[in-house]
């Protein structure tokens, strides 16, 4: 079955509670190498300690698949509406949620010579 090709909005958070210190750090240069690395990860926002907010066309299981040898056996990932959340955030946190990443990406292309559609 196919992927929904939806950009859809993902909130992370893993248990550290049980971790030492350099596991801790560990986890968290991965998670940062992933989040950039990862084809499937078109923008991601990390303002929060150990929360991250991850915008994906791929479904909460294919990505918390590539999560488990990151984050261990303690995490969570849930798609959320960023039209039906609420907090106390810097602007630039809610600016991230609905700014067009993939827009942008494009227009880059090509030194900007492509039309953003």
Known sequence: MAEDQTIKVYIV????????QPQLYF???SMNQFCVG???VIAYWNYIPLLYMLKSRQSAATLAR???PILGDRFLIAAIDPFNIDGQ???AAWDW????HEAAAKSKLLGGMLPAS
């Open 66 to 68: 590539k999560l488990v």
């Open 89 to 91: 955030m810097l602007p």
């Open 97 to 100: 949620l609905y700014f067009d």
């Open 38 to 40: 990862d084809p499937d």
């Open 27 to 29: 986890r968290l240069g």
């Open 13 to 20: 958070n893993f248990d550290a509670t049980e971790i030492t």
